[in-house]
């Protein structure tokens, strides 16, 4: 964990060096999906409404290019059916996209577009099934519900206005399995989300 906290604060401060930084906040909702792959059994799943909150920067590395990582608590998971049972999985991680993206003048604001990697760390979450609940245990024992770690690439695009305000849509897919060790299976997220956010501070139209 505390090389994780190292690595993020390493990605802001490197960030904040940069001439041209914006920095705000964001907040949306994840229509998240698991990717279940068994052997066996069939399992199918659907989409489970989350959200995500967090901070996100934005640096002008370019003429019309522009490094944003976030730093977000994102809700994840499920809805999973199998064997005529159905369950609900809702783990929340700690997550870091790095996106580049290209902006381009577009009425009284810019339009944009990129993508780029993520990596996200399982903080807490809830399971529920059959009328009973318990707490996601994250790590990678025989017991455990779910790998600690996820990574995975981002698309994202957007319009932002002069102002700072800004609506953005990404989808998230992961590329890590988080399935536990003792399963024969594979886990991955992915999910589809709609944000607004707000930057504070900087150059806010990202030409000056």
């Known amino acids: 964990m505390k090389k994780i906290i190292s690595f993020i604060a390493v990605i802001f401060i ?14 949306g909702a994840n229509f998240a999906k698991l990717n279940i792959s068994a052997s ?35 809700g994840k998971g499920g809805k999973v059916t199998s064997d005529g049972q159905s369950a609900t999985i809702n783990p929340f991680y700690l997550e870091l996209p790095l996106n580049f993206i290209y902006k381009a003048e577009a009425g009284s604001g810019q339009i944009f577009g990129g993508v780029g990697p993520y990596a996200a760390f399982g903080l807490f979450g809830k399971a529920k099934g059959g009328g ?26 957007g319009y932002q206005l002069n102002s ?21 299976g594979k886990i991955k997220n992915s999910y589809f989300g709609i944000s607004l956010a707000y930057m504070f501070s900087g150059n806010k139209s990202g030409n000056e």
């Open 14 to 27: 490197t960030t904040a060096a940069l001439a041209q930084v914006n920095l705000g906040i964001t907040a």
């Open 40 to 74: 066996g059994f069939t399992v199918k799943t659907s989409t489970l409404t989350s959200f995500h909150a967090g901070l996100i920067a934005d640096a002008s590395l370019a003429s019309n290019i522009h490094f944003q990582p976030q730093l977000l608590l994102s």
């Open 164 to 184: 700072g305000l800004m609506i953005m849509a990404n989808y998230s897919f992961g590329l890590a399995d988080c399935a536990p060790k003792s399963s024969d």
């Open 132 to 157: 009973q609940s318990h707490d996601i245990k994250f790590g990678s024992g025989d017991n455990d519900d779910l790998k600690s770690t996820d990574f995975g690439g981002n698309v994202i695009a």
